[in-house]
């Protein structure tokens, strides 16, 4: 499976971004799927994830701010971030779980939060 996220860009503090991740090469409305990010000097973190259920978690610090979302018409993830912050600043990346791990991963879309 290949993963494309895209969406990322430049915003002001206190304003909104829609990421989206295309899957292609099989379906994955049955697999977990992921978003991460990793901010410049930081190790990668996680952000939220949606199960094939639709079942959704999120990392603390984005719980009310962000959602993740699906289509398993259009074999795209999409997660909304509101009330972003300049700490939200990263790259973000999607990545579902076909094995049991994280193994595969798109390959990051930039976002930058401006003060």
């Known amino acids: 499976v290949q993963l494309q996220a895209s969406g990322g860009g430049l915003v002001q503090t206190g304003g909104s971004l829609r990421l989206s991740c295309a899957a292609s090469g099989r379906s994955i409305s049955r697999y977990l799927m992921g978003w991460f990010r990793q901010a410049p000097g930081k190790e990668r973190e996680f952000v939220a994830q949606?199960?094939?259920?639709?079942?959704?978690y999120y990392a603390d610090s984005m719980t009310g701010r962000f959602t993740i979302s699906r289509d398993n018409a259009k074999n795209t993830v999409y997660l909304q971030m509101n009330s972003l912050k300049p700490e939200d600043t990263a790259v973000y990346y999607c990545?579902?779980?076909?094995?049991?791990?994280?193994?595969?991963w798109g390959q990051g879309t930039l976002v930058t939060v401006s003060s």
């Open positions: 990545a579902t779980r076909l094995t049991g791990a994280w193994d595969y």
């Open positions: 949606i199960s094939g259920s639709y079942s959704t």
